[in-house]
């Protein structure tokens, strides 16, 4: 058997060397090693190690994989209607997606984050941010489900966002595009950008217990284009990162008009600092206009406030909160390495990746090492703030993660490949191929204090020729590198919806045993719940009409409505009698305009329906329940607009029309 | 952004390469799955050797443990909870020695009940069987989804009616009579999650119906 094992190491070693020769591994037939599909597979019925949240970029929703399968479990929406869960669809979940704007079915969900304690990922919720209208969103981690969702004022794009702090304290939004504040006058010409446009860093603060977001204070700043931001942690906990470009200040041809510069900035803010003046009462209150949408699991209903005051801290104005580093290039990603000395600055047309030390920069702001300023924010000398570079990294550096054992791992999306270096020494370790573009990386805790390292994952953009062609538009994907060795080894390529950014994993552990199951009917507090069948019923108030409907294995209650009229606004208010987990039941009736509902075990909700036609409407359970999941049907008489048939409702007792009739008389 | 340009550039710079090295990488490729198949043979045989060897082995160890159940895997097979929603046949413990047809299976052993109805109690029944049981059993003999409930306090003793109000699941799987009832109705009787108070309440509710005073 040795001598088997000898002769597979020489061909495979013959193999490899021909293949490397030949050309480099950047077409389908990558190198994957002998035992790369042991190292993702996941027997049937067995767990994953890792939740993985994935965005879904312009799908607006938040996917979640188990890894290292790459199995999909569930997309969550989030900022998009979602037809299949009801979400947006049915009355009690409309109100999350109200926004200043009014109702915004669709938005684009660039970064995750988990919530942490003491820089560490807690489980207890996961944030990803809207891109287009700018808001934050809040998952509950024991229903996946949007909890709550708030509004930004003075933003063009939240796109430097959500980012948390290491105990959750803030969340924070930094606008992508710098607009004129909500405030002021916005009907200016578009070339006043460098007076007019202003942008502003959010911090969103989070409830301790129960997780509520509030703006706690916004901080205005010069007009730029706010990207990314990092919390520090452990020694530069207290201060926020943010990375800048287009401080040149253009509003057209960014492309090229906001790639002039040799450095753009990486803006320190000291949030500590920023409290302080927030306290002594140095903010300015602002009238803007937002809304705060928050989802109850009592009332199974969403509450949306429009809210109308914010705080403003004043950047220039104020001194000591904010400093500007300069960084190569139109700097991406601005990550911060598990002991919170470095930031790595990722300049994504830069050759080099510098990498700042919270040291030196605190040891520049005392002794006021600057070049000048920016709009009035103090300039820190790049030498300054510098630790190192890496040289030669690769081309178009993103994102970085750390891996916990003093080494980073950097995507490099014009180069396709992943870069493993370390943070001491800044030395080039090792590479790996990406297939295609990859964005986004993603090692479990990777942006915690003690990361997971035993994957590195690859959100790419582009993939080409990796899987059966599907038209015009292809597959996104993640690929999965095994890092616990000394070099990444590509163990799995697998699909992602709409376009992955940011994502991030944690150890199941953390979140797999604190699941809600069911909800309990006997705390159900919606206004239309039906407890019980006897509650069962249906109610006329002018042309509205309220159903209280019941569904269980395998029937409705009631099941046949009469007296419905053309133009009637029937509002189907189902509740789940069931308490057993995993058996949802669906609703739905012909001719909704909307979608179908799925009401999860002791839940209530609400399906608006206009009848258009007159006749009989069939409605029936959409979601495969038991054995006679087909019976669970009923029917709808829709009579014409002003006629008298009597409102009549029944499950199992129906009389056939004549004997109704001589029964009524 | 400038990105896109110099990705496009790269992409046109790579499909030349791959154009002009088309020829190569087909030798190539053929090569390498020869190579494969080679390689592959020898695993599978390699596989089998291992094969033999283990379960000789099992073989072996099987005959010292034969009175062991099965193994965790099957064992999570029989109570994945997809069984419990659709019609699947019910996983029979046959021969399942330790399963007592009067207590039935679950955390009550001796349950008491009076010789007089406990009226409160029973009052209590009441409301949980109306949100939690009525949509599937009538109160008289009439099967409704699942059988009614005359007589039932009489035909089960109430140990075993504790147990499968709160167990149900398991009891379905382990009771030769419940997996008759299940024949019959097709529906597998939902856990409502009822708390030990619920479940002593609906007893008590049950008793009532069956006329204790």
């Not at chain 1, 595009?177 to 007076?195: E, H, L, M, R």
């Not at chain 2, 043979?41 to 050797?49: D, F, G, P, S």
Request: net charge neutral; proline share 5%.
């Amino acid at each position: 058997m040795k001598n088997i094992n000898y002769k597979i190491a020489s061909l495979a070693a013959i193999c490899t060397v021909a293949g490397m020769v030949s050309c480099k591994p950047k077409s389908v037939e990558n190198a994957v090693t002998g035992d790369a599909s042991v190292k993702a597979y996941v027997a049937p019925g067995k767990y994953d190690e890792f939740y993985n949240f994935v965005s879904g970029g312009f799908s607006g929703q938040m996917s979640v994989y188990g890894l290292p399968s790459g199995r999909l479990f569930r997309v969550i929406p989030v900022f998009s209607t979602d037809p299949e869960k009801g979400y947006g669809y049915s009355e009690e979940t409309k109100p999350m997606l109200n926004t200043s704007h009014g109702f915004v079915p669709w938005d684009d969900l660039h970064h995750v984050q988990l919530s942490k304690t003491a820089g560490e990922i807690d489980g207890r919720w996961v944030f990803g941010n809207a891109n287009n209208t700018p808001r934050i969103a809040r998952i509950d981690l024991t229903t996946f489900r949007t909890n709550e969702i708030i509004e930004l004022p003075n933003s063009g794009g939240n796109h430097s966002s959500p980012f948390i702090t290491e105990n959750t304290e803030y969340v924070v939004a930094g606008t992508r595009f710098s607009v004129p504040p909500d405030d002021a006058n916005g009907d200016v010409p578009i070339n006043t950008y460098k007076q007019n446009f202003k942008g502003t860093l959010s911090f969103v603060s989070v409830g301790k217990e129960d997780g509520k977001m509030d703006i706690a204070f916004q901080i205005l700043c010069p007009g730029v284009n706010f990207d990314l931001s990092r919390a520090g942690k452990g020694v530069s906990h207290g201060w926020f990162f943010f990375s800048c470009y287009n401080t040149e200040q253009a509003s057209t041809l960014l492309e090229v008009n906001a790639s002039q510069r040799d450095k753009d900035f990486i803006l320190a803010v000291n949030w500590k600092k920023a409290e302080e003046y927030l306290k002594a009462g140095k903010g300015r209150k602002q009238a803007v206009k937002y809304a705060h949408n928050v989802y109850s699991d009592v009332t199974h209903s969403a509450t949306s406030e429009i809210k109308t005051e914010v705080t403003v801290l004043d950047s220039k104005e104020l001194a000591d909160i904010c400093y500007f580093i300069p960084c190569p290039k139109s700097p991406h990603g601005c990550d911060v390495d598990p002991t919170g000395e470095y930031i790595v600055g990722s300049g994504k047309l830069a050759a080099l990746i510098p990498v700042f030390s919270f040291d030196k920069i605190q040891k520049a702001i005392a002794a006021k090492s600057y070049d000048g300023d920016f709009e009035g924010i103090p300039v820190i000398k790049y030498e300054s703030a510098l630790y190192g570079e890496v040289k030669k990294p690769g081309l178009g550096p993103l994102h970085t993660e750390f891996d916990g054992k003093g080494n980073a791992y950097t995507s490099m999306f014009v180069s396709s490949e992943l870069v493993k270096w370390n943070i001491k020494d800044l030395k080039v370790l090792d590479r790996a191929s990406t297939f295609y573009s990859v964005g986004h990386l993603c090692i479990p805790g990777g942006d915690t204090k003690t990361p997971n390292a035993k994957y590195v994952i690859a959100y790419n953009k582009i993939t080409k020729d990796r899987y059966l062609p599907t038209g015009p538009e292809l597959s996104q994907s993640a690929q999965l590198y095994d890092i616990s060795g000394d070099k990444m080894q590509l163990i799995l390529d697998f699909p992602t919806i709409g376009e992955p950014h940011y994502a991030q994993a944690c150890a199941a552990s953390v979140i797999k045993d604190k699941q809600v199951k069911i909800f309990k009917i006997g705390e159900n507090k919606h206004p239309y719940v039906a407890m019980g069948e006897k509650e069962a019923k249906v109610v006329r108030e002018g042309n509205k009409v309220h159903v209280y409907m019941t569904a269980i294995r395998s029937h409705l209650t009631p099941d046949n409505i009469e007296g419905i009229k053309v133009g009637d606004e029937v509002y189907f208010h189902v509740t789940n009698l069931e308490q057993d987990w995993d058996v949802p039941h669906g609703f739905a009736i012909k001719g909704a305009s909307n979608a179908e509902l799925l009401i999860m075990p002791g839940e209530t909700q609400t399906l608006k329906w206009v009848p258009t036609k007159v006749g009989i409407s069939p409605m029936y359970c959409t979601d495969f329940c038991s054995a006679l999941h087909q019976e669970m049907t009923g029917y709808v008489r829709v009579s014409p607009a002003g006629s008298s048939t009597p409102l009549h409702f029944s499950t199992g007792t129906n009389l056939a029309a004549s004997e109704g009739s001589k029964a009524k008389k | 952004m400038l990105l896109n340009q110099i990705f496009v550039m790269l992409n046109i710079k790579l499909e030349k390469k791959v154009k002009k090295s088309f020829k190569f990488m087909k030798i190539l490729i053929l090569c390498i799955h020869l190579i494969y198949v080679l390689l592959n043979q020898i695993k599978l045989n390699l596989i089998k050797m291992k094969k033999l060897i283990t379960s000789s082995i099992i073989g072996i160890l099987g005959l010292l443990i034969v009175s062991c159940g099965g193994d965790k895997s099957t064992e999570q097979t029989a109570a994945a909870p997809a069984a419990s929603n659709e019609t699947a046949a019910p996983a029979a413990d046959n021969g399942n020695p330790s399963y007592d047809p009067e207590r039935g299976e679950g955390k009550f052993k001796d349950v008491e009940v009076g010789a007089t109805l406990d009226v409160a109690m029973a009052d209590a029944g009441t409301k949980v069987y109306d949100v939690k049981c009525s949509s599937c059993h009538k109160l008289t003999d009439e099967k409704l989804v699942g059988p009614g409930w005359a007589g039932v306090s009489k035909r089960r003793t109430p140990t075993w009616l504790m147990n499968f109000i709160t167990n149900t699941n398991d009891m379905i799987d382990k009771d030769p009579e419940l997996q008759a009832q299940l024949e019959l109705c097709l529906v597998r009787m939902p856990n409502q999650s009822l708390s030990d108070d619920e479940a002593r309440q609906l007893l008590e509710f049950m008793r009532k119906n069956d006329g204790v005073k």
